[in-house]
């Protein structure tokens, strides 16, 4: 069972490097909410410009022209062209852009002018917002430098909903698969198995999860699992037997409970793949038992 193509130190570094992109994440989305509460003080129709604020050229605007005034002033042909060299985008999706700005700095004219304050502490938190994603970015591109060296980390990215960052963190938290005999020893170690809370005479009832382990590997089966119930760009669900499996569970559990019993198969596939030492392979319900059943029949015969 032996299956470690890593070294010590590799792991360290990468669990390092892990929980920094994490960290950078959360600094990202902080500054990001501080970000559209500014704005909304400046432009208070800003995202109908806009869905993305932290695109290229949405922080241009905000960072070159944070007031009303300084957007209604600027050369049109200009912005024109600079939205759509940063967007990538025709001058045509720029034009509509630039109209739909105007509009939004119009608006904001009409509503009342926002205090000088407002442009220095939008362009300060740009500023910050900027250098973290560079960092992140800078980050990630280290972790993918050592993740593709790690044959673990390349099977699970064959798992519907687990990209290389997503299988690097899980890899790098659990360190060494040989430490889990079976499917329930690694589950139990991402604390998502049910624990029942009791304190002295007191007997609960509601079981939850146990949250023993650790809290990083418990984030990631959840955004993993959230993106396995996903469409994807073709509208098709990212891993629908997953998806059919939490649609029955949410018809008579909350929806967090339907979440965690999709991690819980999560842990399956991943214990599955590792202990396999193969790719994953999406197999139905049918196809699983019909493969238990023969499996349990040579193990009859053979005895």
């Known amino acids: ?17 892990c929980r920094q992109y994490i960290k950078l994440v959360d600094d990202c989305t902080m500054y990001k909410n501080n970000l559209i509460s500014l704005i909304d003080q400046v432009y208070p129709e800003y995202n109908t410009a ?58 904001a004219l009409k509503i009342g002018c926002a205090p000088k304050s407002s442009e220095i502490v939008i362009k300060s938190a740009i ?20 993740a593709k060296n790690i044959e673990e980390i390349k099977l699970l990215t064959t798992i519907p909903g687990i990209g290389i960052i997503s299988a690097a963190i899980f890899i790098s938290e659990i360190r060494d698969f040989n430490n889990f005999k079976n499917a329930r020893k690694l589950v139990a170690f991402c604390g998502i198995d049910p624990a029942v809370v009791e304190s ?36 098709q669900y990212v891993n629908p037997i997953l998806y059919n499996y939490y649609s029955i569970k949410i018809k008579s559990k909350p929806k967090k409970v339907a979440l965690v019993a999709i991690m819980h198969k999560i842990v399956n596939y991943i214990f599955a793949v590792l202990r396999d030492k193969k790719p994953f392979r999406i197999i139905t319900p049918e196809e699983h038992n019909k493969s238990y059943r023969q499996s349990k029949l040579k193990l009859t015969l053979v005895s």
């Open 1 to 17: 069972m032996t299956f470690n193509s890593w070294s010590k130190k590799e792991i360290h570094q990468l669990n390092i490097l």
């Open 127 to 146: 500023t910050i917002l900027k250098t973290l994603i560079k960092q992140k970015s800078m980050i990630e591109k280290e972790i993918k430098a050592i």
């Open 200 to 235: 002295g005479k007191f007997k609960g009832n509601k079981v939850k999860m146990s949250k023993r382990g650790s809290g990083y590997l418990r984030r990631v089966l959840f955004m993993i699992a959230l993106a396995s119930i996903r469409k994807n760009r073709n509208s």
């Open 50 to 107: 806009f869905s993305n604020i932290t695109s290229k050229a949405s922080l241009y605007i905000l960072e070159n022209y944070p007031s009303a005034e300084k957007l209604l002033n600027a050369d049109k042909d200009t912005l024109i062209t600079i939205l759509a060299t940063l967007s990538r985008k025709s001058l045509k999706w720029a034009k509509t852009k630039y109209n739909a700005l105007i509009d939004v700095a119009k608006s």
